[in-house]
């Protein structure tokens, strides 16, 4: 057994193998490491302080705070909508990774999780399957320019690795919507 560390959330995974993908974040294999080789940049915040951020990186935190808990609300309404115990359990996972998502906002940003309030959704399985790819689409799509927008390092990697682990979510969603 070895210890993994995903360098994007912190959080440790026990096994024999290294996993494709963070089970907490989702962040791919690339950024999961063992753990006497983990660097997590959510650990340079403690050494660098929060003054490190640029105005822009802050806002788009920000943002990003608001889109993942919001992303929480409604895959938790989708789970209890849903039609099979397998749907219901693959959006209570999305769910806990976009809170995650939300998680690592606040530590970049220095706050405290506020409240998430509930989220409405549809009564239809396929209904909710192409909402959720217009959501990852949508964060798909911002995380890459807030990638490209940020010049502090971590906030980079950051916003490259949510980028990768919005876009595992829409082939996980296609592949039901075939």
């Not at 929060?50 to 990003?64: C, P």
């Not at 990774?97 to 009564?123: D, R, W, Y």
């Not at 940020?150 to 916003?159: K, M």
Request: proline share 2%; with cysteine; glycine share 4%.
């Amino acid at each position: 057994m070895k210890t993994y560390i995903c360098e994007i959330c912190g959080d440790a995974y026990v096994g024999d193998e290294k996993p494709k993908n963070c089970p907490f974040c989702g962040a791919r294999e690339a950024f999961i490491k063992e753990g006497k080789d983990a660097k997590p940049i959510v650990n340079n915040v403690k050494t660098q302080g929060f003054a490190f951020l640029t105005d822009v990186s802050r806002k788009n935190l920000e943002e990003t705070l608001v889109l993942e808990t919001r992303a929480n609300a409604i895959y938790l309404c989708m789970a209890d909508k849903a039609e099979t115990y397998e749907i219901k359990a693959m959006y209570k996972r999305l769910a806990k990774v976009e809170l995650e998502h939300a998680t690592i906002a606040t530590k970049f940003l220095g706050i405290q999780m506020s409240e998430i309030k509930p989220e409405t959704c549809n009564e239809d399985d396929v209904e909710n399957f192409k909402r959720t790819v217009e959501l990852e689409e949508n964060a798909t799509r911002l995380y890459s320019q807030f990638a490209r927008e940020a010049t502090e390092r971590e906030i980079r990697i950051l916003f490259t690795a949510l980028t990768q682990a919005e876009e595992d979510h829409i082939e996980l969603i296609k592949n039901y919507l075939q």
